[in-house]
């Protein structure tokens, strides 16, 4: 398990991570890497997490939200849907979704537009690189920001507020950050996070309901949202076997939509074990983030996954991870406490955890219990 708390707030008041022996950051630039015999040893991984050849399909239910996103929807036919959710969120926090109401077509040009975007040379996309301490832009692996255990992939994120004052801030990011010929780019991911944002709030909605809570609390709750988007490109790499797309880690968001395209790669552990969760073009993988399991006062898990990588194809996936409005105070709702069920985390904002990821911790298995411990010396102001 990685551990990367630095500094305690009290020792410092703005710490960074440990960059360890940076001096020169590594470029990754993976057909350059891909020429050599092996990888540099920052992206090889520690034995105890490469990964296994092995990775049996894990059983998530498939949630059909047809019937539950239609003006007559049946009760039994909700009733099942939050059921399954239940079970599944007790357990892992994963599941899929199928008639979600996004087009095929936003879903298509939004995996296009990646392509279009990871095509661009490295000059190009280095204009939108993201910064020490910050949550978006583009980062080729994370060579500036660690030193060991360095994934294989590219990533673009950026911010997506629901939010009638600042309408477009996804087109505006596009056109402001790489200019206005990327204004076709910047609308399509407005669309598709405009489209994710709702289908997530709907998904609250069962989410509401499956824990006893009323329908309205948690799509209350996340209105407003002021959420990322990720654009993971995860190239083919020559020792799939010494390295990872992405690490393990649990989502320290609150609900992540994650769209694969055709390529295997995702893996969650459960049970001691990591099981794949293989492509399914007409279904979002959704799964519960350390937010919500600290909203649901832990019924709800947040799940170890990690993406691996492969000798052949490259690999996209489009993830939408959910978070409430910056200044929203997370703790969860009365009917989830009584005297037997104590609360499990503290009180917290989203901008505190966000900042505890980026500026003081690596977002391992236990950020949540870290970020709370963390939480317990630092009040909220
Ligand atoms: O690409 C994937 O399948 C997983 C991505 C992921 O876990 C992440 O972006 O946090």
Same mark, same amino acid.
């Given at each position: 398990?990685?551990?990367c708390i630095t500094k305690s707030p009290q020792e410092e008041h703005t710490p960074k991570l440990d960059l ?24 090889? %991984? ?20 047809? $019937? ?19 079970? *599944? ?42 910064k020490p301490g910050e ?11 660690? #030193?060991?255990?360095?994934? %294989? ?67 209350? /709750? ?9 654009? $993971? ?40 074990? %990591? ?7 007409? *279904? ?17 898990? #947040? ?16 993830? /939408? ?28 904002t %989203?901008s505190m955890l966000l900042e505890f990821t980026q500026k003081h911790y ?9 970020f #709370?411990?963390w939480l317990t010396k630092k009040p909220i102001k």
């Amino acid at each position: 398990m990685v551990s990367c708390i630095t500094k305690s707030p009290q020792e410092e008041h703005t710490p960074k991570l440990d960059l360890g022996n940076i001096q020169t950051p590594l470029i990754f630039n993976p057909s350059m890497l891909n020429l050599q015999a092996t990888i540099p040893n920052q992206f090889i %991984w520690p034995d105890d997490e490469k990964p296994c050849t092995e990775a049996p399909e894990l059983d998530v239910p498939l949630i059909d939200l047809q $019937n539950f996103l239609s003006a007559s929807s049946s009760p039994s036919a909700t009733l099942e849907a939050s059921r399954l959710i239940s079970e *599944a969120c007790s357990k892992h926090g994963f599941f899929l979704v199928v008639n979600h109401g996004i087009s095929e077509e936003l879903i298509s040009d939004a995996h296009e537009c990646m392509a279009r975007f990871y095509d661009m040379p490295p000059s190009e996309k280095q204009k939108v690189h993201r910064k020490p301490g910050e949550s978006c832009g583009y980062a080729s692996s994370f060579t500036g920001r660690f #030193s060991t255990k360095l994934p %294989w992939k590219e990533t673009l994120s950026f911010r997506f507020c629901d939010d009638k004052n600042s309408p477009n801030t996804v087109q505006d990011y596009f056109c402001d950050a790489l200019g206005h010929e990327f204004l076709p780019l910047g609308k399509v991911y407005q669309e598709y996070c405009e489209e994710m944002s709702s289908l997530s709030l709907k998904i609250m909605e069962l989410l509401g309901l499956s824990l006893g809570v009323s329908r309205d609390y948690f799509r209350e /709750f996340f209105e407003e949202n002021d959420s990322i988007m990720r654009l $993971n490109y995860y190239p083919p790499c020559q020792k799939p076997d010494l390295t990872l797309g992405t690490g393990p880690h649990c989502d320290p968001t609150s609900l992540t939509i994650l769209h694969q395209d055709h390529v295997n790669g995702l893996q969650v552990f459960v049970d001691n074990q %990591w099981r794949s969760i293989s492509p399914n073009p007409k *279904a979002f993988v959704v799964n519960i983030g350390d937010t919500f399991m600290a909203l649901s006062n832990n019924i709800y898990k #947040s799940c170890l996954h990690r993406a691996v990588v492969n000798s052949q194809s490259e690999r996209k996936s489009l993830a /939408f991870f959910l978070c409430p409005k910056k200044d929203r105070v997370v703790k969860p709702p009365r009917e989830l406490l009584d005297s037997n069920t104590p609360r499990r985390y503290p009180d917290f904002t %989203w901008s505190m955890l966000l900042e505890f990821t980026q500026k003081h911790y690596r977002a391992d298995m236990n950020t949540l219990q870290a970020f #709370s411990d963390w939480l317990t010396k630092k009040p909220i102001k």
